[in-house]
C-alpha cells in the first residue's frame, strides 16, 4: 500500500496568567470618618490566559522601610484577560502616620 502524505502537528502550550501590578499609588483624604488613605492598584496580566488574581499582598512601608500593616486584596471577582488590566481600590480608616511607599505581592505560583 502506498503512504500518503502525513500532517505533523504541534501541541502550543500556552502561558499561564502572570500577574504584576502596573501602578500602585496612595493619598491621603480627610473625610465624614476621619483621615483616609486611599489605595489604587493597577494589576495587568502579562501571561497567556485569563485568570482571578489570588493571594495579592499589599503592604504599607515607612520612612525607614518597614511594613507598618500587611493584608491580602479582595481580588476574587475579577478575571483578567491576557494583556488587560483591572484598578482595585482600598481604603484605610486612620492611617499610620509616616507611610512613604506600597508594596504589591504576588505568590510565587503567579
Known amino acids: 500500500p502506498a503512504i500518503k502524505g502525513f500532517v505533523e502537528t504541534r501541541v502550543l502550550e500556552i502561558e499561564p496568567a502572570r500577574f504584576e501590578a502596573s501602578r500602585a499609588q496612595f493619598e ?3 473625610t465624614e470618618v476621619g483621615e483616609t488613605l486611599q ?3 493597577e494589576i495587568s496580566n ?3 490566559q485569563a ?5 495579592v499582598t499589599l503592604q504599607l512601608i515607612d520612612n525607614f522601610g518597614n511594613i507598618t500593616f500587611s ?4 481580588t476574587s471577582k475579577t478575571v483578567i484577560e491576557p494583556g488587560e488590566t483591572a484598578n482595585y481600590l482600598a481604603r484605610m480608616v486612620a492611617p499610620p502616620a509616616d507611610i512613604k511607599d506600597i508594596r504589591v505581592l504576588f505568590p510565587d505560583t503567579n
Open 39 to 41: 489605595i489604587l492598584v
Open 28 to 30: 491621603r483624604k480627610q
Open 51 to 55: 485568570a482571578t488574581p489570588k493571594d
Open 46 to 48: 502579562v501571561g497567556g
Open 71 to 74: 493584608w491580602i486584596m479582595d
